[in-house]
């Protein structure tokens, strides 16, 4: 009897174990994603650590919105010819992340991360996962492609040292030039046997073009120039704090969200961040997250509250939502009785002046006598001549009335 206690009580809590594994939430295993070694992100960095600092900055943000990228590239096929801001103009306002938007300029790119969406995901996990340390392996690899030669400043990027760190800019922010290069040259010699790097071919219609100078690899291939607008990205990437930041000013594509430090107090404006604030990444777009529509998003920024803020109390905000309705019905109906007043006085305005002392308004609407025609009221007696109590009109009088009123028939 004791033996089949101790089996029945092993049942129940394997029973137990078993439910609560089958309920446990279904977020929970995508939100716990596994750290890459060096050697992973060297390889997933290596075709991409040469770019353009703003450019860059929105593939790592793109990569993080994976089904994003594949719509993008998707609507990028059925539009071929379209790039820079001709392409982002047209695509409108799906809903993608900007940073992917931003990517429907460089076609070609574009459909690369589409075509390698392992790697894609790979990278978006990472740069979730391991901010720094894949800013830190960015840099490491443009040390190792400058050691190399490979990597000089020329006629379309700037390559300066910023802070012990290396800054790859445009030449000229409205002309883009994305590049193409080999990891297994510009680097030297790959110092990873067991874990090759991540490489592309060139794509169509691209060739490689001579050194400008001495010293400097042919290993880089150069496409079509890609022109977009002054303010096009609104990522940057921050070498000192090993973050990438975005941009609070908005523009044709992009609009910033608000980032307040307190929480919001209701009837007053809130007034956003104006210095360039650390990316944030929108979980609910990830993996079939609910996502609210493109025109609300548009018409209303979201709210991002600071770390270390209070949360809200959905509780108190319907109160305050209720108050503020309350509020808004009480204006409407001060609206509306003040309008009825000002109707009123204008109804009074335009009635027809009533005779006073046997005078009118010289200026009032014409009457029309008993033969028909129309006369204007005449001004009343002057002060020579006696004041005469009744109308002020008297050629239409009968004579007997007249006499007996002192007057006379002209």
Request: one cysteine or more; a positive charge.
């Amino acid at each position: 009897m004791k033996t089949l206690s101790h089996r029945s009580f092993g049942a129940v809590l394997a029973l137990f174990a078993c439910a609560l594994i089958a309920f446990a939430p279904v977020g929970a295993s995508a939100q716990q994603q596994r750290a890459y070694s060096q050697a992973e992100l060297d390889r997933l960095l290596a075709p991409i650590a040469l770019y353009p600092d703003n450019l860059l900055s929105q593939i790592l943000m793109a990569a993080t919105y994976p089904e994003d990228v594949v719509e993008a590239a998707r609507w990028s096929r059925a539009h071929p010819g379209l790039q820079g801001d001709d392409a982002v103009r047209q695509v409108g306002y799906p809903d993608w992340d900007p940073s992917v938007r931003s990517l429907v300029a460089f076609p070609h790119l574009l459909i690369r991360m589409d075509d390698e969406f392992a790697w894609t995901r790979q990278l978006g996990d990472a740069f979730l996962v391991q901010e720094q340390q894949v800013m830190d392996t960015i840099q490491h690899l443009r040390r190792r492609a400058y050691a190399a030669g490979s990597l000089r400043p020329d006629d379309r990027l700037r390559v300066y040292e910023d802070r012990n760190a290396i800054a790859i800019e445009l030449a000229d922010p409205r002309v883009v030039y994305v590049p193409y290069y080999d990891p297994w040259v510009v680097y030297g010699s790959w110092w990873w046997p067991a874990y090759p790097p991540v490489t592309w071919a060139p794509w169509p219609g691209w060739v490689a073009r001579p050194a400008p100078r001495p010293g400097v690899s042919v290993s880089f291939w150069w496409g079509p120039a890609v022109r977009v607008s002054t303010g096009f990205f609104f990522g940057a990437p921050d070498w000192h704090d090993r973050h990438v930041r975005v941009s609070p000013t908005p523009n044709y594509y992009y609009r910033p969200p608000v980032v307040v430090t307190r929480p919001p107090v209701y009837g007053r404006a809130v007034v956003p961040e104006r210095e360039p604030q650390r990316w944030q990444h929108d979980s609910r777009r990830r993996h079939g997250g609910v996502v609210r529509p493109a025109e609300v998003q548009r018409a209303q920024p979201s709210i991002r509250m600071a770390p270390g803020a209070p949360a809200r109390d959905p509780r108190q905000e319907r109160r305050y939502e209720r108050r503020d309705d309350r509020r808004d019905d009480r204006q409407n109906q001060r609206r509306g009785e003040r309008s009825d007043v000002r109707d009123g006085d204008r109804r009074a305005d335009q009635r027809t002046p009533v005779p006073v002392n046997g005078r009118t308004d010289s200026h009032a609407t014409p009457r029309v006598n008993n033969r028909g025609d129309a006369r204007a009221n005449p001004p009343g007696p002057t002060s020579s001549e006696p004041r005469v109590a009744g109308p002020a009109v008297s050629g239409d009088r009968d004579p007997e009335e007249l006499r007996r009123m002192g007057g006379s028939r002209p």
